[in-house]
C-alpha cells in the first residue's frame, strides 16, 4: 500500500508541472506498465482530480480543473517560493491583490511544517519590495498567460501601446518578468518574427489558442536579462542634457542620489536625460525645480520641441490675464 501511495504522488507530482503526457512517457517515469499507470489514473479520479485522457499519436493525459480545488502536490523549494510569492502580491499592483494574498497566506503558512516556515521568514527579511504605483493587472489574466508559457501555448490578444495604438497581436510566450513596478511579457512575435515584451496591463481580449510550439532560443542569458536590455535600449532612443547653473557639489548636497548621473563642467552641472520619446524627455524637465536656471543641450528636434512647448505655456499664462 505504501509503495502504491507514494507511485500515485509521483504520478500527481509529474501531472503538476507538465501539461500533458503520453502514456508511455508516464509509464517510463514511474517505472510501471501502461495497464498500471491506467490503474493509478482512475485512482486519482477517484480522490478528485480530473484527469483528462486523450487517445491519438497527440494524446495523452492531463490535469484538467474541477468542480473543487483538490490538494496539490508541493515540493519545499515550491511550497518556500510560492508563499514568497504571496507576501509579494500586495506591492506588484495585482486587482485585489492585498486582501486575497493576506488571506491565502495565512492558510498556507499555517501548515507549513517549521523549517520552511523559518526559511520563508529569512528570505523575506532580506527582500526589498518594489515601491507602490504599478500598473494594476488582474490575477487571472496574470495566471492565465503564466500558464501559456509554461505549456508552450501560442497566444492572441489586443494590445494598446503608449502612445495609444491598439493591434492585435499572435505570439509565442516565454517568460513572465517583474521590472519598474510592471508586469512584462516576453514573447516572439509571429507577425514581426521578433522577440518582443508587452507590459500584461495593457493586454486586452486575451484567449489561449491550444496550438503548441517548439521552444525558441532567447537572445539573451534569461528573460530578465532581456527585459533589463530592451528597457535600456528605449531608454537611449533620445537623449539630451540639462546644464544647471549650480555647482555639482551643490547638486549633490540638494539631490542626493537624483544626481548620480550628472557631472561638474566648471561652475555648472551637466545632467544627463534619457527617454524612449521626444515628448518624454521633455517631461524630465519637470524635475528641475522653478528656482534653478539651466540651459537644453540636444538634437535640433528636441530643441525645437521644447521651444514650442514654451511658447504654448507663455500664451496660456498670457491668456488667462486677459480673462
Excluded at 505504501?2 to 508516464?26: F, K
Excluded at 480522490?47 to 480545488?69: D, F, H, K, M, P
Amino acid at each position: 500500500m505504501a509503495e502504491t501511495t507514494s507511485r500515485i504522488l509521483a504520478l500527481l507530482g509529474l501531472l503538476q508541472v507538465h501539461r500533458q503526457w503520453s502514456g508511455p512517457e508516464l509509464a517510463e517515469r514511474l517505472g510501471v506498465t501502461e495497464r498500471t499507470l491506467r490503474r493509478d489514473i482512475e485512482r486519482l479520479r477517484d480522490l478528485g482530480y480530473r484527469v483528462e485522457a486523450e487517445r491519438g499519436s497527440s494524446g495523452g493525459y492531463r490535469l484538467e480543473a474541477g468542480t473543487q480545488l483538490p490538494p496539490l502536490l508541493l515540493s519545499d523549494e515550491e511550497a518556500v517560493a510560492m508563499a514568497i510569492g504571496l507576501r509579494v502580491t500586495a506591492s506588484q499592483g495585482l486587482v485585489d491583490g492585498e486582501q486575497t494574498s493576506l488571506s491565502a497566506l495565512a492558510k498556507f503558512e499555517q501548515v507549513l511544517p517549521a523549517a520552511l516556515r523559518e526559511r520563508v521568514n529569512a528570505l523575506a527579511s532580506v527582500v526589498e519590495l518594489a515601491a507602490p504605483g504599478s500598473a494594476a493587472v488582474a490575477t487571472g489574466l496574470l495566471g492565465q498567460v503564466a500558464l501559456a508559457c509554461r505549456d508552450r501555448e501560442r497566444l492572441r490578444f489586443a494590445y494598446t501601446s503608449g502612445s495609444g495604438d491598439e493591434t492585435r497581436r499572435s505570439v509565442e510566450p516565454h517568460s513572465l518578468v517583474s521590472a519598474q513596478r510592471r508586469w512584462l511579457l516576453v514573447a516572439w512575435d509571429r507577425e514581426r518574427s521578433d522577440w518582443r515584451t508587452f507590459r500584461v496591463d495593457r493586454m486586452s481580449d486575451f484567449f489561449g489558442t491550444r496550438v503548441h510550439f517548439a521552444p525558441r532560443e532567447l537572445p539573451a542569458d534569461d528573460a530578465a536579462a532581456f527585459v533589463a536590455r530592451t528597457i535600456s535600449t528605449l531608454r537611449e532612443l533620445h537623449s539630451g542634457e540639462v546644464v544647471l547653473k549650480m555647482t555639482h557639489d551643490a547638486m549633490t548636497r540638494r539631490f542626493g542620489q537624483y544626481g548620480a548621473e550628472a557631472w561638474a563642467e566648471g561652475e555648472t552641472t551637466v545632467w544627463p536625460i534619457r527617454a524612449a520619446t521626444l515628448e518624454g524627455l521633455l517631461s524630465s524637465l519637470a524635475w528641475v525645480p522653478v528656482d534653478i536656471e539651466y540651459e537644453l543641450r540636444g538634437s535640433p528636434e528636441f530643441l525645437a520641441l521644447a521651444r514650442s512647448a514654451a511658447g504654448n505655456m507663455l500664451r496660456a499664462v498670457d491668456a488667462s490675464r486677459t480673462q
